[in-house]
């Protein structure tokens, strides 16, 4: 499975960017997806994940009411849709493929697939 992340970019506190990840290389919603973000000297950290049918959700509180996870199976496309955005959410941000599509997991060492990132930078 290969996974492609897109939409990153420049934009000013309070503003908005969608995220795409494209997968390729099997069926799409026989796994579930992550999102997840990795600022300059941090960890890498949880931000939302949705089940490979879509019926579950789950955030990390710190984007909770702001940002929303979903998906496309019949184009082959994930999306993170991100509102409301701060200066703390710059990071370089990576979707990530579950084969156990069930599971809602925040830890990265359960996923399998790994996309390449886009950087999101948001100016105060």
């Known amino acids: 499975v290969q996974l492609q992340a897109s939409g990153g970019g420049l934009v000013q506190a309070g503003g908005s960017l969608r995220l795409s990840c494209t997968a390729s290389g099997r069926t799409f919603s026989s796994y579930g997806m992550g999102w997840f973000r990795q600022a300059p000297g941090k960890e890498r950290e949880f931000v939302a994940v949705?089940?490979?049918?879509?019926?579950?959700?789950y955030y990390a509180d710190s984007v909770k009411d702001r940002f929303t996870i979903s998906r496309d199976n019949a184009k082959n496309t994930g999306y993170l849709q991100m509102n409301s955005l701060k200066p703390e959410d710059t990071a370089l941000y990576y979707c990530a493929g579950d084969s156990r599509a069930w599971r809602l997991s925040t830890q990265p060492n359960s996923y399998d697939f790994w996309g390449q990132g886009t950087q999101v930078t948001v100016s105060s």
């Open positions: 949705i089940t490979g049918s879509g019926a579950r959700l």
